[in-house]
């Protein structure tokens, strides 16, 4: 058992070895091959973005599994960010009520049938640390080892608002020809009454991103025009997004029966799999409205209680049937992937079935998933794969930062989320 878990392991999760002078990045990635199924959201609303309203009174759930079971002992720090997701210049007082890097105390052991993990969550704030001010966080998870040395398991950008001002939306056509029935283009006005602001064109900045993705997030936006108590932000072609398709998806709630898109589900002595039926190429295809999560993801275990604990641990297999990319990959994406191209999520090409091929270790839920093409300079793209379709439901934040002269730190005065 020891050595199929180790293959698993070793077959779809990669970490850069950590040494004394590691340093984690400033995003939301994994870092450890043992830590699976990371979750970061509003306590109670599991499909909503890690934003806290200051003092508002609600909590940010933060969970994870760790694959090798067994108890460890993990802790937690946040460190407070600039907007563009740098160390500022202030202290943990300036920004923390209370005591940080506390130990993960509350876990418990897996109750399902395969694979044996253990499930640690927390929340924030909580009785040992308070956060006092707005603006962007960064949540480190690590495991304390002697001397003082760490092993990082994730990072999670946090938001914390204050709200101070209201956003209004309009999204328009574009006016670039060749992207009028492809991307999303977006307007939008910061009314300012009763918050004073002195010099709007230094003190705020925005930015604007695409289903809660930070990759897709276009920032340093300043205002270019003015009315009476308001903020106007009209670009021509500037904040425009490639619509792309609605998310293809998954059901293993239940592995008593197939769902929509499940073809077969296959139990052996060390391991279940999941076969999906096969995707193909949407580019060329007419839109089709698919009620999806925008990319998210839910775990839930219908046929036993408690799905945090008893959840399996499922294969999932997915074929693309696709001409090859030449001198290119194709990853899948999502949520689960950090909406990053990772190592265990690269696809094969199979010249004979003439499709991509590509497993993932997965723990029971429902999910939302696609594909995406990365070039030799790294950047991907849903769009070879899917197309862009104006008509899309993409949901999309418009974030709002405030820093006066002389101020040490970056304040986030409203959060806005709308659809087109």
């Known amino acids: 058992m020891i050595q199929i878990l180790f293959i698993l392991l070793t077959r779809f999760f990669t970490a850069p070895a950590q040494d004394q002078d590691f340093v984690p990045r400033n995003l939301d990635t994994i870092y450890s091959p043992d830590i699976a199924t990371v979750r970061c959201h509003v306590a109670g609303l599991p499909l909503s973005l890690p934003v806290l309203e200051l003092d508002g009174g609600s909590t940010l759930s933060i969970s994870f599994d760790d694959l090798r079971s067994g108890a460890h002992r993990y802790k937690y720090e946040v460190i407070h960010m600039d907007m563009n997701w740098k160390k500022d210049e202030l202290e943990e007082y300036d ?18 049938r395969n694979l044996d993990y253990t499930h640690y969550r927390f929340e924030l704030p909580n009785n040992d640390l308070r956060l006092k001010i707005s603006g962007n966080y960064l949540l480190h998870v690590y495991e304390e080892l002697r001397r003082g040395q760490r092993t990082y398991l994730f990072t999670r950008r946090i938001l914390v608002v204050e709200p101070k001002v209201k956003v209004n939306t309009y999204f328009v056509r574009p006016t670039d020809g060749l992207k009028y029935r492809t991307h999303q283009e977006m307007d939008f006005e910061i009314s300012v009454k009763g918050f004073q602001v002195y010099n709007s064109r230094q003190e705020i900045t925005c930015a604007v991103m695409q289903n809660g993705r930070w990759a897709t997030a276009i920032e340093g936006l300043k205002q270019n025009r003015d009315k009476p108590e308001h903020l106007v932000f009209d670009y021509i072609d500037k904040v425009s997004f490639p619509a792309g398709k609605d998310f293809r998806f998954f059901d293993t709630r239940s592995l008593e029966f197939r769902t929509r898109f499940v073809k077969k589900i296959t139990e052996n002595q060390n391991e279940i799999i999941v076969t999906l039926f096969d995707d193909k190429t949407r580019e060329f295809f007419n839109f089709v409205d698919e009620r999806d ?19 399996e641990y499922v294969w999932v297999d997915f074929t693309l049937k696709s001409p090859e990319f030449f001198d290119q990959k194709v990853y899948l994406m999502g949520a689960f992937t950090d909406w990053q191209c990772k190592e265990p999520y690269l696809m094969k090409y199979d010249a004979e079935s003439q499709a991509y091929l590509g497993s993932a270790l997965l723990k029971q839920g429902y999910y939302n998933y696609g594909y995406v093409v990365m070039g030799k300079g790294g950047d ?20 709002v930062y405030y820093r006066p002269f002389g101020a040490r730190y970056d304040r986030l005065i409203a959060f806005h989320t709308t659809r087109p």
Do not use: C, K
């Not at 920004?95 to 897996?110: K, L, P, Q």
């Open 95 to 112: 920004y923390i009520d209370g005591f940080n890097r506390s130990e993960i105390r509350n876990y418990a052991y897996s109750t399902n």
């Open 293 to 311: 999560a925008n990319g998210n993801f839910l775990i839930d275990n219908q046929d036993r209680p408690n799905a945090n604990l008893s959840a």
């Open 380 to 399: 991907f793209s849903a769009s070879p794969v899917d197309g862009d379709w104006y008509e899309t439901e993409n949901e999309y934040q418009v974030l």
